[in-house]
């Protein structure tokens, strides 16, 4: 009795590598070489912006290398810092700026074009329909090209600058619209709007009153992913800028990244991810609302990557 | 039931081509009017004094020198379009091939046995897509300076025997660069595919006989493959118009891809037409791989339908 409580006492507490090498040799376990893959790759993903941001913390001028902790770069320093340089706020706020426009016209736009192309069923909707998703395979570069011609050679009553740029935007962008949109309408299918339009309701009152209310989720979804692409987006920014004062954040990063000799630019970069995500965490928490409300399965991360499909399955550019 | 003609459906489909009407106005107006301004550039004049293009609207009076010297450049063996366009098409292959080879496992694994994980690990493939890509590429600027962490890391563990130097005129740091930058996006419609696989058809496989491994080469794996291609070409397209990523991971012309050449012509000034001309180049042999890769999934789910 006494001897096998000392033996089970004496037996060694499990160190670290003991334990890994106990779950590597488990042979009911996950696949052992997927976790480590998945793991080093969600490492090599994250890792890298954690580092760029701790820089934008540095006391000192390097962007390579830790220097101590400091809000210099963000708001301390005279000239240098976001706050103090004007070429910098000024970034962010054109990001800002055409991020809230591209929403504000991209989701309405989008939504009334899906709605009427899915039901409509004349000439000119066949060959819109497929005219609408070529955006989504034509390169950055080649949106930007032709947008910067036609402002400059045709519709040359709109300027360069934040006009040409919010219209480069919402043209990116409502193609994305348009395939979210069109996917809830699908899974709704016309039911509900003929049966009140069979109890006396106008096209208007149908839709406006049975369909619309449906479609709330994919609004927010829609809204998210414009706001998140114009956020990111370079190229149109930059072909369609009209100096340093449209300049947006990428623009800026594109234009200092090789050249900037303080670390301001992690600051400001920084600072533009923060408020990127403070805004979709913001309409990813009305999401799971407005879905709950309806009394379906909360959102989860997994619609994003819907989206995304469905976005691949839209290069195909044949209509289901 | 709604009729299929009649007064009321003729308002209805009047009412729906009005609903769509703005879009339809916004894309012909702001997308496809620009290509064909494109075409007008390309196949325009210069002012032959303050040297801005002078387009051609009417296709009879289309001039093809841009193009004659774009063609030249391409044809013409070592000439300076050939090497470029050659140059692009490698690393868009090795970046794509890259690309699959992280984000298939990736994939799989999240979808398979992301078990009670499958929320947090979707957080960390989703974060990219809210991190502008510039702001990525310029992570990557600051970790391979000179006397940068990679350098450090790769000093310390021996691998160099000196800092090196990454970012000028390396393929590797630009392949990596986008490899970094586009895989996101190639993952997540894998995911949500691979999520979607019938588990009762790998079960099926399994009871029949198949090992695990089987079970994937001969069911996951071929069903997957619509999947894969339209992930290439997700990440595909983009790339082949990208020329911020070697401008700020390396900024050498030895590293220049097509998007380098455009921007340069249309931004430099004094040949916007070459540049156009790029531009439709560059859109005609998109044009193609879109057709053959659209042939091919279609194919592919026939044989997957019959």
Redesign the interface.
């Given at each position: 009795m006494t001897t096998a409580t000392a033996t089970a006492t004496a037996r060694p507490a499990p160190t670290a590598a003991r334990r890994f090498r106990d779950w590597w040799a488990n042979p009911w376990g996950k696949p052992r070489f997927l976790v480590l893959f998945t793991l080093a790759y969600l490492v090599w993903s994250i890792v890298p912006i954690l580092i760029a941001i701790r820089f934008s913390f540095n006391e000192g001028r390097s962007r390579s290398t830790a220097q101590g902790w400091s809000f210099r770069w963000y708001t301390e320093d005279p000239d240098l810092s976001v706050l103090h340089d004007p070429d910098l706020s000024a970034a962010l706020l054109q990001s800002l700026k055409l991020a809230a426009l591209a929403v504000a016209i991209t989701v309405p736009l989008g939504v009334a074009l899906a709605i009427g192309l899915t039901r409509w069923r004349g000439r000119v909707a066949g060959t819109s329909r497929y005219v609408s998703l070529v955006p989504l395979v034509t390169p950055e570069i080649v949106m930007g090209v032709a947008l910067l011609l036609v402002f400059v050679h045709v519709l040359t009553f709109i300027p360069l600058g934040t006009p040409a740029q919010a219209i480069g935007h919402v043209t990116f962008s409502l193609a994305f619209v348009l395939i979210i949109v069109r996917s809830r309408l699908l899974s709704i299918g016309a039911e509900y709007e003929e049966a009140a339009q069979d109890l006396g309701a106008s096209p208007l009152q149908a839709l406006r009153l049975a369909l619309l209310p449906m479609l709330t989720p994919a609004f927010v979804a829609s809204a998210i992913v414009v706001f998140a692409i114009s956020m990111d987006d370079f190229v149109v920014s930059a072909f369609l800028s009209s100096g340093t004062n449209t300049d947006t954040v990428p623009v800026r990063i594109y234009g200092a990244g090789r050249t900037a000799p303080t670390p301001a630019l992690n600051a400001l970069a920084t600072l533009t991810l923060a408020i990127t995500i403070v805004i979709a965490a913001a309409f990813f928490a009305v999401w799971r609302l407005v879905l709950a409300r309806r009394g379906r399965r909360g959102a989860t991360l997994g619609e994003f990557a819907e989206i995304d499909d469905a976005y691949a399955k839209a290069t195909r550019l044949t209509e289901r | 039931?709604?009729e299929s003609s009649g007064p009321v459906a003729r308002?209805?489909?009047a009412?729906?081509?009005?609903?769509?009407?703005?879009?339809?106005v916004?894309?012909a107006?702001?997308?496809?009017?620009?290509?064909y301004?494109?075409l007008?550039?390309a196949f325009g004049t210069v002012d032959p004094i303050i040297q801005t293009?002078l387009?051609a609207w009417n296709p009879l009076d289309w001039n093809t020198r841009a193009f004659d010297f774009v063609v030249d450049g391409l044809v013409s063996s070592g000439a300076a379009f050939q090497t470029v366009f050659v140059r692009t098409f490698v690393y868009v292959a090795i970046a794509v091939a890259l690309s699959l080879v992280?984000a298939y496992?990736?994939a799989?694994?999240?979808a398979r046995?992301g078990?009670r994980w499958?929320?947090l690990?979707?957080?960390?493939?989703?974060?990219?897509?809210?991190?502008?890509?510039?702001?990525?590429?310029?992570?990557?600027?600051?970790?391979l300076?000179d006397?940068?962490?990679v350098n450090d890391v790769l000093v310390w563990i021996g691998i160099l025997d000196e800092p090196r130097t990454w970012?000028d005129g390396r393929a590797s740091s630009v392949i990596i660069g986008m490899v970094?930058g586009y895989?996101?996006?190639m993952i997540?419609?894998l995911?949500?595919?691979l999520?979607r696989i019938d588990k009762d058809l790998l079960d099926a496989a399994r009871d029949l006989g198949a090992s695990p491994l089987q079970a994937f080469r001969l069911v996951t794996l071929p069903l997957s493959v619509p999947?894969i291609l339209?992930?290439c070409?997700?990440i595909a397209?983009?790339m082949?118009?990208?020329?911020?990523t070697p401008?700020?991971l390396s900024?050498s012309p030895k590293t220049s891809l097509i998007?380098n050449q455009?921007?340069l012509y249309?931004?430099g000034g004094q040949q916007?037409p070459v540049?156009?001309a790029l531009?439709v180049v560059?859109?005609l042999m998109?044009a193609v791989l879109?057709a053959y890769?659209?042939i091919v999934?279609?194919r592919a789910q026939r044989r997957l339908r019959g």
């Open positions: - | 039931m709604p308002r209805r489909e009412f729906w081509a009005a609903l769509a009407l703005p879009g339809v916004w894309l107006l702001f997308f496809v009017v620009p290509f301004v494109i007008g550039v293009p387009p992280i496992p990736v799989y694994f999240v046995y078990g499958k929320g690990l979707l957080l960390g493939l989703i974060a990219p897509f809210f991190i502008s890509y510039l702001m990525r590429m310029l992570a990557w600027i600051n970790l300076q006397d940068g962490w970012l970094y895989v996101p996006f997540l419609p995911y949500a595919f999520d999947a339209a992930g070409v997700i397209l983009p082949f118009g990208d020329y911020y401008d700020l900024g998007g455009i921007n249309i931004r916007i540049g156009a531009v560059l859109m998109l879109l890769y659209v999934t279609s």
